[in-house]
T-cell receptor, first 113, second 113 residues
Framework: GAGVSQSPSNKVTEKGKDVELRCDPI?????LYWYRQSLGQGLEFLIY????????KSGLPSDRFSAERTGGSVSTLTIQRTQQEDSAVYLC???????????FGNGTRLTVT | DQQVKQNSPSLSVQEGRISILNCDYT??????FLWYKKYPAEGPTFLIS?????DKNEDGRFTVFLNKSAKHLSLHIVPSQPGDSAVYFC????????????FGTGTRLQVTL
């Protein structure tokens, strides 16, 4: 497809379990971002990847959150020992370069019970 | 601390009239501003942007105005169409941190017939 693809679209998990969220960016886009939107909130920056540079992890809320980007393409966001406050829509975006408009995927709605 | 504020959670406008969505920011380092539009169950899509060196940018029915002294920007949609019904997010970034967009909480626009 031409857009950013995220999977799964919905994930329900029990508190304490680990989850992995996947993002396939637009082909050729060098920059990849993860944001999350909690209920009633704006989008919150989590992490940013640009080419082979070290990622900007400054938005990750705790050390339970990690992300990697393999081969400069697909990215996985991992949340360990999930908590109820992790419930949110997790959005991935990619852009041609830093500063170019972001193209978002449809998000993964995570519910921690 | 909400650095980008959209104080109107919702707005209803009649088809054909002007929609004005407002956004205020507190961080004087912000120098690039964007508007995104979001339909339910979809990721945000980029609409229009403006750099701090300008005070107006126009793209078809969409115009963004920036008042730096007031730290205020607005999105005008003329004429409004039913398909414009969506949530609109204002976002901002600062020079040197273009990877991190700071988003407002969004305004839900409903265009009625």
């Amino acid at each position: 497809g031409a857009g950013v693809s995220q999977s799964p679209s919905n994930k329900v998990t029990e508190k304490g379990k680990d989850v992995e969220l996947r993002c396939d960016p637009i082909s050729g886009h060098t920059a990849l971002y993860w944001y999350r939107q909690s209920l009633g909130q704006g989008l919150e920056f989590l992490i940013y990847f640009q080419g082979n540079s070290a990622p900007d992890k400054s938005g990750l809320p705790s050390d339970r959150f990690s992300a990697e980007r393999t081969g400069g393409s697909v990215s996985t966001l991992t949340i360990q020992r999930t908590q109820q406050e992790d419930s949110a829509v997790y959005l991935c975006a990619s852009s041609l370069a830093l500063g170019s408009p972001l193209h978002f995927g449809n998000g993964t709605r995570l519910t921690v019970t | 601390d909400q650095q980008v504020k959209q104080n109107s959670p919702s707005l209803s406008v009649q088809e054909g009239r002007i929609s004005i969505l407002n956004c205020d920011y507190t961080n004087s380092m912000f120098d690039y501003f964007l508007w995104y539009k979001k339909y339910p169950a979809e990721g945000p899509t980029f609409l229009i942007s403006i750099s701090s060196i300008k005070d107006k940018n126009e793209d078809g029915r969409f115009t963004v105005f920036l008042n730096k002294s007031a730290k205020h920007l607005s999105l005008h949609i003329v004429p409004s169409q039913p398909g414009d019904s969506a949530v609109y997010f204002c976002a901002a970034s600062a020079l040197g941190t273009a990877s991190k967009l700071t988003f407002g909480t969004g305004t839900r626009l409903q265009v009625t017939l």
